[in-house]
């Protein structure tokens, strides 16, 4: 079981907004430690879409966006094109267990 | 650009020792931590440690206390993994990734692009 809480999966047809939630706990995001977002294709090495709960990195569409509030965070997608279909991941630090964590992974399907 | 190239796939036996290489370029060496994180096959990410290229300094998650060995080599500018006791639960595409991190901020900016360890008798 991941210590970051993730659904499993999420569906959206295009052009439709969907979003992901990541729930942890008071050792973890209600902490205060900040919550980056990843995108990644089967196979393929993770890809940073946002770092500090709601900042993109050069390159990233304005599309992405994050927040955080309380012991949870979440990753909106706006405009949902056939490409975002990928595999989407939280990750946080815990004090608790002192290194970094991860959310299960949430599968997009766009429709 | 900042690039991570990791080396490639590995088919190893049940009990031994597989050693993952991360050559870094594109940056100065020193100045990142580089993090381990693997992942079965059809499961989530899952993180192993850190180390510190400048200090050689290290840190790994619980779970892999005394199996899980991180070095350097500033020289080459290369991060190597190596992990010894090999289960087949261990078999994985294992990434390295570049960190930055400050205050209560901890993200990966640059990942390799995974090597493939496969434990099989």
């Known amino acids: 079981q991941s210590v970051l809480t993730q659904p499993p999966s999420v569906s959206g047809a295009p052009g439709q907004r969907v979003t992901i939630t990541c729930t942890g706990s008071?050792?973890?995001?209600?902490?205060?430690?900040?919550v980056s977002w990843y995108r990644q294709l089967p196979g393929t090495a993770p890809k940073l879409l946002i770092y500090?709960?709601?900042n993109r990195p050069s390159g990233v569409s304005d599309r992405f966006s994050g927040s955080k509030s309380g012991t949870s965070a979440s990753l909106a997608i706006t405009g949902l094109q056939a490409e975002d279909e990928a595999d989407y991941y939280c990750?946080?630090?815990?004090?608790?267990?002192?290194?970094?964590?991860f959310g299960g992974g949430t599968k997009l399907t766009v429709l | 650009q900042v690039q991570l190239v990791q080396s490639g796939a590995e088919v190893k036996k049940p009990g031994a020792s597989v050693k993952v290489a991360c050559k870094a370029s594109?940056?100065?060496?020193?100045?990142?931590?580089l993090h381990w994180v693997r992942q079965a096959p059809g499961q989530g990410l899952e993180w192993m440690g850190w180390?510190?290229?400048?200090?050689?300094?290290?840190y790994n998650a619980q779970r892999f206390q005394g199996r899980v060995t991180m070095t350097r080599d500033t020289s080459f500018s290369t991060a190597y993994m190596e992990l010894s006791g090999l289960r087949s639960d261990d078999t994985a595409l294992y990434f390295c990734?570049?960190?930055?991190?400050?205050?209560?901020?901890?993200?990966?900016?640059?990942w390799g692009q995974g090597t493939l360890v496969t434990v099989s008798s």
């Open positions: 990734a570049r960190a930055y991190f400050y205050g209560q901020r901890l993200w990966f900016d640059t």
């Open positions: 594109g940056y100065i060496f020193a100045n990142f931590y």
């Open positions: 180390i510190n290229p400048d200090s050689s300094g290290t």
């Open positions: 008071t050792s973890n995001i209600g902490a205060n430690y900040d």
């Open positions: 500090g709960n709601n």
């Open positions: 990750q946080s630090y815990d004090s608790s267990l002192t290194g970094v964590v």
